[in-house]
C-alpha cells in the first residue's frame, strides 16, 4: 500500500478552473494505476478519471472535456498525480479523493485512499 494526501481544493465560482493534487509515498516498485474519485452530499461515490503506469487515461463521461488526469512519476517512482477541472460548475461540488491500485494496472481494486480534499463551486 501507499499514502496518499490530496490538496488543492477550495471554493470558487463556476466557471473557474482548479488543479488538485495528491502526494504520493510508500511506493517502491511495479505497476500501478491512479484515480480521482469524487462524492457529493447524498450521492455514491463516483469515478472521474484513471491514469496507469503506461499513461493510458480513463474519464467518466461527465469528466471528459474538462477534467485532465495526469502523473509526475519521474525517475520511474510516483511522486504526485494530479487533477486538473476546467469551468467548473455547481454539479463538480464534492469531495474528491484520490487512489491508487498497485501491483496491477486493472483501475478495479483500489487499496489506498486519500482523506479527501473538498471542492466547493457557487454559481
Known amino acids: 500500500q501507499v499514502q496518499l494526501v490530496e490538496s488543492g481544493g477550495g471554493s470558487v465560482q463556476a466557471g473557474g478552473s482548479l488543479r488538485l493534487s495528491c502526494a504520493v509515498s510508500g511506493y517502491t516498485y511495479g505497476s500501478y494505476c491512479m484515480g480521482w474519485f469524487r462524492q457529493s452530499a447524498g450521492k455514491e461515490r463516483e469515478r472521474v478519471a484513471t491514469i496507469d503506469k503506461t499513461g493510458s487515461t480513463t474519464y467518466a463521461d461527465s469528466a471528459k472535456g474538462r477534467f485532465i488526469i495526469s502523473l509526475d512519476n519521474t525517475k520511474n517512482t510516483l511522486n504526485t498525480l494530479y487533477l486538473i477541472i476546467n469551468n467548473l460548475k455547481p454539479e463538480d461540488t464534492a469531495m474528491y479523493y484520490c487512489?491508487?491500485?498497485?501491483?496491477?494496472?486493472?483501475?478495479?481494486?483500489?487499496?489506498?485512499w486519500g482523506q479527501g480534499t473538498q471542492v466547493t463551486v457557487s454559481s
Open positions: 487512489a491508487a491500485e498497485i501491483g496491477s494496472w486493472y483501475c478495479e481494486q483500489f487499496g489506498s
